[in-house]
């Protein structure tokens, strides 16, 4: 995940999470990913240590991602007006009334209560609530001592009326907002890719850009267009050189005049393991007995996977510290098919495209990573045996004849757990054989868990 300058880098699957009416909306996965965020927290929810019983689910978890989310939306697309009105309609609704409270003749202030809740049936504590109406514990107070003392009537702000100064304030009249989009235009078919509009929500044909660029990025790059075109023809022409605009302004303009330019998500590989456990935590929140024991046993697989990570990650030091050791990290890739595109147009699933293998050897050295790839027809790796070990061997000594030959001592290798491919009799067999050429005096092969072979 990135910062909230980077939103694009994470993505959730709309229809997964049943929200794909929402897939046109353009914060749709920042708001998604806020507030995954915060319900990830344990911190987050106070009822598991005020309740102290059995079920130990939180207010998130009892509700519900889609019902929490689809409340939460809307209410952070209303008005402050309409916020404030609202807000206070419910907590005369949740009001406390101190039955034990008498009044005297001091008029002592009595403290307000409140019940929050989701609905008749939920309830929920303080921190979540503040989450569903996305406002901070100090405008929460500011609201309900404005109720207290002025009713349900409209909070007016102090400065309203007076002119506001802004001294480095940029003017975004129609002409800068044309250079804008001229400048996103050309951005978007020099780089963008077009969407098939297989998506069922497409209202438009949107433009994605690739995972590498974001919104920072394209920014400086802005920036720099302007400093070159705009900013130096002005100062030729003895015209008033003016500010370039802020990132914030620059991406509300991208919003308002671009938004079908967008960033394609990124893919990741998931563990079978890691998320049927997640399922099973989710199962046992009833009961805490038998909560604790899956999550003792999803804590043991991650740190068994965590320790290969880290075993893998040391590999890579020492062979860049040390001269005298070789490493190298080799897998299949998934196969592609020629032509290829992420955004493959629907009518095109159901056409045979030429298959590609896909397989890399990368080596680790004094800093420096090289990776040797290799780009195999479909018709061209032997007739029933595909990826098995024998080709893959011979693949791997391919490029240790090319880039991993040159006089190490010892090897240290990496690679996935599969047994078709590199755990068997004549992969040992392989590797013995190269230390008998003298290739090596000692060699280690490394296997990483399952579902976390991923090479980072």
């Not at 405008?139 to 001294?167: C, D, M, Q, W």
């Not at 992420?342 to 800093?367: D, I, M, R």
Request: aromatic share 12%; glycine share 4%.
């Amino acid at each position: 995940m990135t910062t909230n300058q980077e939103t694009s880098q994470y993505f959730y699957d709309l229809f997964e999470l049943g929200l794909e009416e929402y897939d046109c909306y353009e914060n749709i996965q920042e708001t998604i990913h806020n507030l995954k965020n915060f319900f990830e927290n344990p911190t987050s929810c106070v009822c598991r240590v005020l309740k102290k019983q059995k079920d130990i689910r939180t207010c998130f978890e009892k509700i519900g991602f889609k019902k929490f989310f689809q409340r939460h939306f809307q209410i952070i697309n209303l008005t402050n007006k309409e916020l404030d009105l609202f807000l206070k309609a419910q907590l005369l609704a949740m009001e406390i009334e101190n039955k034990n409270f008498k009044e005297s003749s001091e008029k002592i202030p009595q403290r307000i209560n409140y019940q929050f809740c989701f609905n008749s049936t939920y309830s929920l504590c303080k921190p979540i609530f503040l989450m569903l109406y996305n406002i901070s514990d100090h405008k929460f107070e500011n609201i309900v001592k404005h109720l207290h003392n002025e009713g349900i009537s409209e909070r007016i702000h102090g400065n309203t009326g007076r002119a506001p100064i802004y001294k480095t304030k940029v003017n975004i009249d129609e002409n800068l907002k044309f250079i804008v989009r001229n400048f996103l235009n050309q951005y978007s078919l020099i780089h963008g890719l077009p969407s098939p509009m297989r998506h069922r929500n497409d209202s438009g044909a949107f433009i994605y850009l690739p995972t590498d660029k974001r919104f920072i990025s394209v920014y400086k790059e802005f920036k720099e267009f302007y400093l070159e075109n705009i900013l130096k023809v002005e100062s030729e022409n003895d015209l008033k050189e003016e500010k370039i605009i802020s990132y914030n302004s620059f991406r509300r303009l991208w919003n308002e005049l671009m938004p079908n330019l967008k960033f394609q998500p990124l893919a990741s590989d998931l563990c079978d393991n890691c998320v049927q456990f997640k399922s099973k935590l989710q199962l046992a929140k009833r009961n805490i007995d038998e909560y604790n024991n899956v999550e003792a046993e999803f804590n043991e697989h991650k740190k068994i996977a965590n320790l290969e990570r880290d075993h893998y990650n040391n590999n890579i030091e020492l062979s860049k510290n040390d001269l005298s050791i070789a490493h190298i990290c080799y897998d299949w890739a998934q196969n592609v098919t020629i032509p290829y595109s992420p955004q493959q147009a629907g009518p095109l699933y159901f056409l045979s495209g030429y298959a590609v293998h896909l397989f890399g050897v990368c080596k680790t050295e004094g800093g420096i990573n090289k990776q040797l790839n290799f780009l195999i027809g479909e018709d061209e790796l032997p007739q029933g045996t595909s990826k098995g070990a024998n080709t893959t061997l011979n693949l791997v000594y391919q490029a240790l004849q090319i880039f991993a030959k040159n006089g190490k001592k010892k090897l240290h290798i990496t690679c996935d757990n599969c047994s078709g491919q590199n755990k068997n009799n004549l992969s040992l067999w392989f590797w013995t054989w190269i230390i008998m050429l003298g290739w090596y005096e000692e060699i280690t092969v490394n296997f990483m868990i399952p579902g976390h072979t991923k090479f980072m």
